[in-house]
């Protein structure tokens, strides 16, 4: 009898310690979602604040290059007026693009004008844009008929400065340049000088300008 009894104790001891060595697998078991949940929680709210800093870095950014544009176009708003006394015209010009250059016809060697204004980009270079301004010693029926076999291509009748003009825009019939052949001439008279403005094509922005702002 106090055998059994002995062993029912030993049994209920050995029971009673499992039950003890369990409780701290319970308790971890416990513990170990709650520091997951805290991480978890945490995460987010790290991310949150991470891209909700982002787009005020980039909000920013459109403001910066608005202000560029605005810089780029200032020297449009700001041109230059060449005034040319000797033969009474004006005209404008961006300064911070192109330059303006007076030559004579014992510069360029040719008896065909008197003068000419040259007006050429400030970076220089083969083939870049230009033109020439031209007072020639022929008379107006001279030179429209030179027009008309230098160039071949459409004539037109426009007004610059108050004064008719003659414009001609075609390819060269001789003198091919390397850099095209492509031109536009116009001619008129004024006061009994005879001036040809001449461009290429390249240069058609250049010529729109000075003819839209050309003035006796």
Request: glycine share 6%; proline share 5%.
């Amino acid at each position: 009898m106090k055998k059994t009894i002995l062993v029912s104790l030993a049994g209920l001891a050995l029971f009673l310690a499992g039950c003890t060595q369990q409780v701290p697998v319970s308790n971890q078991n416990f513990n170990q979602p709650a520091a997951n949940i805290n991480q978890n929680v945490n995460q987010p709210t790290a991310n949150l604040n991470q891209n909700l800093n982002q787009p005020a870095t980039n909000t920013n950014q459109p403001a910066v290059n608005q202000n560029l544009n605005i810089n780029t176009n200032q020297p449009a708003d700001n041109p230059s007026i060449y005034n040319n006394s000797k033969y009474g015209f004006s005209f404008q010009y961006n300064p911070k693009v192109y330059k303006v250059t007076e030559v004579n016809n014992t510069q360029w060697g040719g008896p065909e004008f008197t003068d000419a204004i040259n007006i050429s980009t400030l970076a220089g270079g083969n083939c870049s844009k230009g033109l020439s301004i031209i007072i020639s010693l022929s008379t107006l029926t001279q030179e429209l008929s030179d027009l008309e076999f230098r160039i071949g291509g459409k004539t037109s009748q426009i007004n610059i400065g108050n004064v008719q003009a003659t414009q001609k825009i075609g390819t060269l019939t001789e003198n091919q340049p390397e850099c095209g052949n492509e031109f536009t001439d116009v001619v008129f008279e004024h006061n009994n000088k005879v001036f040809v403005i001449r461009a290429h094509k390249r240069s058609d922005d250049l010529l729109n300008q000075i003819l839209a702002t050309f003035k006796f």
